[in-house]
């Protein structure tokens, strides 16, 4: 089964950067498309972005599209693969808990099976 584990989130001012990153085993890693889903307080989660296992098709939603860059880690120097979720001009709507994991259905929460979801990564963005 593959397990996720999601790091790099903080607090950061409006127009902020942030790194997320995404690891897991490269064994069980590999073969899945990944995405990067988030859930602000008092809403529901949602997809910001999803790459394939090759790391050449990328999808992004329309909130985030041009301020954030999903890329994936091929190589074989680490013992873990890496998704890594690039965050620039940062904005208080980007506030949420930020949490990778497989993305059959692209940027659509309802495919991702429920065993996948982990503790995530906090993000705040504020003055």
């Known amino acids: 089964q593959l397990q996720l584990a999601e790091s790099g989130g903080g607090s950061v001012q409006p127009g902020g950067s942030l790194r997320l990153s995404c690891a897991a085993p490269?064994?069980?890693?590999?073969?899945?498309?990944i995405g990067w889903f988030r859930q602000a307080p008092g809403k529901e989660r949602e997809g910001a972005s999803c790459?394939?296992?090759?790391?050449?098709?990328?999808?992004?939603?329309?909130s985030v599209k041009g301020r954030f860059t999903i890329s994936r880690d091929r190589s074989r120097v680490r013992a873990n693969g890496m998704v890594y979720l690039q965050m620039n001009s940062l904005q208080p709507e980007d506030t949420a808990i930020y949490y990778c994991?497989?993305?059959?259905?692209?940027?659509?929460?309802?495919?991702?099976?429920?065993?996948?979801w982990g503790q995530g990564t906090q993000v705040t963005v504020s003055a």
């Open positions: 790459i394939s296992s090759s790391g050449g098709n990328k999808n992004y939603a329309e």
């Open positions: 994991a497989p993305c059959p259905g692209g940027l659509e929460v309802g495919p991702v099976a429920e065993e996948y």
């Open positions: 490269r064994s069980t890693f590999e073969g899945y498309a």
